[in-house]
């Protein structure tokens, strides 16, 4: 079940999985990791297609629920899919310091569910 919330200045959704981690496309054959991509893209454009588009500065705030309490390095679950896939998608100009002003990651816990929430509000 995807949900979408939208006030102007802020809109969130939700993806039924998480990004992959650093190590694991970090890893991978090229090929792999443009398909992997392409598929987080479209994801997000699907999601997203009838949500208005932010223009100027932003900030975006990724939540990362998993299905058990295994310890993650946050650092390992940087966005770039699914920032390459708002911009993709026109849900911002772009993932550059000028545009997100601010991106923040958080790990969470959620029994049996593996789910994302992004949030992006404008400056």
Request: charge should be neutral.
């Amino acid at each position: 079940m995807e949900t979408h919330l939208n006030t102007g200045d802020m809109m969130q959704f939700r993806i039924n999985q998480t990004h992959p981690s650093l190590n694991k496309w970090c890893r991978a054959h090229y090929h792999v990791v443009a398909k992997e991509k392409a598929a987080w893209e479209a994801l997000v454009w699907g999601l997203t297609r009838n949500m208005p588009n932010f223009e100027g500065p932003v900030t975006v705030k990724v939540d990362y629920y998993f299905p058990t309490k295994a310890k993650r390095d946050i650092d390992n679950y940087t966005p770039k899919f699914l920032l390459d896939g708002c911009v993709k998608a026109g849900l911002i100009e772009d993932d550059n310091n000028e545009i997100v002003k601010e991106l923040s990651v958080t790990i969470n816990y959620e029994k049996r569910q593996s789910y994302t929430i992004v949030t992006i509000t404008k400056v």
